[in-house]
């Protein structure tokens, strides 16, 4: 067990459609990051957070957003979602320079 | 191209066999290493993180850098069927705290 609780594991929903997926970092990590596994682009970084402060962005679409609350947890907004977006939504966290520990993340299917 | 080229495999080997996996890439920011081990609806798990050029030993993982030559190694010793998974290389540069990963090698290991 990393330490890192993502929730929900699994959400079902329709294209155009609007999904928020929760994060809780381990205890006493700052840093959190959100990152998308797909079978054609593998592991891909989206977003980190440290201590409730955007961080760092990739190649994250406009549709997408996230944040961290002031109790450290985060939450990643996918909207007017599409076919495409289907994938694995990992959440990662870490303090500082250390390496990061990903939770067991949240199977996003679009239909 | 990518900046982590990893063989995606699968690679299948017998009981007890030693394994070898590698990564190559090709910026040379990177500078902390990383190996994680996902198993198939899990999240990464952390198995191996180093910095400087050399090897690194943790039970019957050892972790091999050469940043000379832009290419890192992960061997396992003794393999047992529970280490049928994929294994994906990840590095971050010194300035940056993204993760780029390999697209991962998936490993079976036949009883």
């Known amino acids: 067990d990393s330490g890192v609780t993502q929730t929900p594991k699994h959400l079902i929903t329709a294209t155009g459609q609007r999904v928020t997926l929760r994060c809780s970092p381990r205890s006493g990590d700052l840093s959190v990051y959100w990152y998308q596994q797909s079978l054609d682009q593998g592991l891909q970084f989206l977003i980190q957070y440290y201590n409730g402060e955007e961080r760092a962005k990739g190649n994250i679409l406009e549709r997408f957003s996230a944040q961290q609350f002031p109790d450290l947890h985060s939450e990643l907004n996918l909207s007017s979602l599409e076919l495409g977006d289907s994938a694995l939504y990992f959440c990662?966290?870490?303090?500082?320079?250390?390496?990061?520990?990903f939770g067991d993340g949240t199977r996003l299917s679009i239909l | 191209q990518k900046e982590v080229e990893q063989d995606p495999g699968p690679l299948s080997v017998p009981e007890g066999a030693i394994v070898s996996l590698n990564c190559t890439y090709s910026n040379s920011a990177f500078q902390y290493f990383m190996w994680y081990r996902q198993y198939s609806r899990k999240g990464p798990e952390l198995l191996m993180y180093?910095?400087?050029?050399g090897n690194k030993e943790d039970g019957r993982f050892t972790a091999q850098v050469d940043k000379s030559s832009k290419y890192i190694s992960l061997f396992i010793r003794d393999s047992q069927p529970s280490d049928s998974a994929t294994y994906l290389c990840?590095?971050?540069?010194?300035?940056?705290?993204?993760?780029?990963f390999g697209g991962g090698t998936r490993l079976m290991v036949k009883p």
């Open positions: 180093t910095y400087s050029s």
């Open positions: 990840a590095m971050i540069s010194n300035a940056g705290n993204m993760l780029t």
């Open positions: 990662a966290s870490s303090a500082s320079n250390q390496p990061q520990h």
